[in-house]
């Protein structure tokens, strides 16, 4: 079955570009027995990042603040990643998958720093 319901072309109109960093891979042992760390990778994308609804902060009983931010994007993100955008980082704290029948999904994102 194919996705119902397509909002592509609303996200690309709203879209800012964004630096994308996801967590290192575990890292694994070589041929000859030593440690090599997992790299990170760090892309630039663009979604929708949006400030996150009134309600939503409201009832995230203050976990959620102000400075926080929602993504619609098009894209598979890891937890954990990190996003920077106008000088401010945000961790990618959580993910609702609509990807089942639209066209996107939508990530909760913390802030982290670059609060001034």
């Known amino acids: 079955m194919g996705k119902q319901f397509y909002f592509q072309d609303l996200i690309t109109e709203y879209a800012v570009r964004f ?11 070589d041929d000859l027995g030593r440690w ?10 663009s979604g929708a990042l949006i ?3 009134t ?8 976990r959620l603040t102000s ?5 619609y994007i098009n894209k598979n993100i890891p ?6 955008y ?9 993910k609702t998958p609509y990807s089942d029948y639209a066209d996107f999904d939508s ?8 609060l001034a």
């Not at 630096?19 to 694994?28: K, M, Q």
């Not at 937890?79 to 920077?84: A, C, D, G, P």
């Not at 106008?86 to 959580?94: M, P």
């Open 19 to 29: 630096t994308l960093s996801t967590p290192a891979d575990e890292g694994h042992y």
């Open 36 to 45: 090599v760390s997992g790299e990170s990778v760090i892309s630039v994308e």
């Open 51 to 53: 400030p996150l609804p």
């Open 55 to 62: 309600q939503l902060i409201y009832q995230s009983g203050g």
């Open 67 to 71: 400075y926080d931010r929602q993504l």
């Open 79 to 84: 937890l954990k990643s990190r996003i920077e």
């Open 86 to 94: 106008d000088g401010v980082a945000y961790d990618v704290e959580s």
């Open 107 to 114: 990530y909760i994102l913390k802030a982290v720093n670059g």
